[in-house]
């Protein structure tokens, strides 16, 4: 159940953050207030995942699936270019999160 609510923490922090970039500097009312609203949801999910799940780990698959999902909406959606440079660090950033993720299992 842990990693179902972290799955919906990921989301969250993902719809605040792309609201965040149609808020024009929070500008404009109903983007500003999908930011808010998504990252109080996914820091509320988040806090409930990390009474069960090493904080270590929850934060880098929250952190580093954030990321990496952002990074690939900004450059399938949002017209930011697609360079091996960010390409490499995604992939760097997944891998990371799996060593992460594989040395916190017992």
């Known amino acids: 159940m842990a990693y179902v609510l972290l799955a919906g923490a990921i989301l969250f922090e993902i719809a605040g953050t792309t609201l965040m970039k149609f ?15 998504g990252y109080a949801v996914a820091f509320i999910l988040l806090a409930r995942v990390l009474k069960t799940i090493d ?3 929850a934060y880098a698959i929250w ?6 999902l952002i990074a690939a ?5 949002l017209g930011e270019s697609v ?3 960010k390409v490499a ?3 760097l950033v997944i ?8 040395g916190g299992a017992h």
């Open 73 to 77: 909406i900004g450059m399938l959606f």
């Open 83 to 85: 360079t091996a440079a």
């Open 89 to 91: 660090g995604v992939a």
């Open 95 to 102: 891998g990371g999160v799996t060593l992460l993720n594989l």
């Open 23 to 37: 808020s024009d500097g929070f500008t404009k009312f109903w983007p500003t207030l999908g930011t808010l609203a």
């Open 55 to 57: 904080v270590g780990v």
């Open 63 to 68: 952190a580093g699936a954030g990321t990496a």
